[in-house]
């Protein structure tokens, strides 16, 4: 399976996680393609730390405005009642609970919930950025991210090695082969995609993953 359809897979379903009303925070990378895939019957507020409330679509190519960009730094629109204020405004929306969900990304995720997704040590990296905030202020964090990396090691682990952005804040994991509850007992496989069997994804799996008997087929 190449990026790409691991990416639409992963992001299209974390779309069905949304409901109207909610205040969303994409992180950058993969998660912005979240927004793609949004029903049209669903209305959702998206925050970018940086300062915004309301973002659109990105814009058509010409018609970017350099001063309307996302915490990624890609061009962004901005919704009719979209408002812009100062990184405090921001982080005080955030901190203080307004954001019902933020989508991140990982370089690796354990069964406590624990994240990491912010440096590798050794190498250079431009910063933690709004996302130490955003795990511990939003009401739910998902993780999108792809089950393996180059080896096909496991990115799923039993305890993150590299250094933690957030302790025991993640709900939900959402990679292409599999939908994975963060709970009190450990990660439960809730979904699974039909193009793998589930003894595949526990193989995939450092983390140890209890297999409910309903475990449902993965839409997207």
């Not at 998206?46 to 659109?56: A, I, V």
């Not at 996302?131 to 739910?140: E, I, R, Y």
């Not at 809730?190 to 087929?217: G, M, Q, R």
């Given at each position: 399976m190449d990026k790409q359809t691991r990416r639409e897979i992963i992001t299209k379903r974390i779309a069905k996680e949304l409901s109207d009303g909610?205040?969303?925070?994409?992180?950058?990378?993969?998660?912005?393609?979240v927004g793609n895939y949004v029903p049209d019957d669903v209305d959702i507020t998206?925050?970018?730390?940086?300062?915004?409330?309301?973002?659109?679509?990105a814009p058509e190519d010409g018609e970017e405005d350099k001063d309307?960009?996302?915490?990624?730094?890609?061009?962004?629109?901005?919704?009719?009642?979209?408002?812009?204020?100062?990184?405090?405004e921001s982080f005080a929306i955030i901190r203080g609970g307004h954001v019902d969900i933020t989508v991140l990304g990982a370089l690796q995720v354990d069964e406590k919930g624990n994240l990491a997704n912010?440096?590798?040590p050794g190498k250079l990296v431009?910063?933690?950025?709004?996302?130490?905030?955003?795990?511990?202020?939003?009401?739910?964090?998902?993780?999108?991210?792809?089950?393996?990396?180059k080896g096909d090691k496991p990115k799923i682990l039993k305890e993150c090695n590299l250094p933690l952005t957030a302790k025991n804040q993640v709900d939900l994991i959402v990679t292409e082969r599999a939908v994975?509850?963060?709970?009190?007992?450990?990660?439960?496989?809730?979904?699974?995609?039909?193009?793998?069997?589930?003894?595949?994804?526990?193989?995939?799996?450092?983390?140890?993953?209890?297999?409910?008997?309903?475990?449902?087929?993965?839409?997207?």
């Open positions: 909610d205040v969303v925070n994409l992180g950058i990378g993969m998660p912005t393609m998206l925050q970018s730390e940086n300062g915004f409330l309301g973002l659109g679509s309307l960009v996302n915490a990624g730094g890609q061009p962004v629109t901005i919704k009719p009642g979209g408002a812009f204020f100062n990184s405090a912010w440096m590798i431009p910063g933690m950025g709004g996302a130490m905030d955003l795990v511990v202020g939003a009401k739910q964090v998902i993780v999108a991210t792809d089950h393996t990396i994975i509850e963060v709970a009190k007992e450990g990660l439960i496989l809730k979904e699974i995609n039909p193009e793998f069997k589930i003894e595949e994804v526990v193989e995939s799996t450092e983390a140890e993953l209890i297999i409910p008997d309903d475990v449902k087929e993965m839409k997207f």
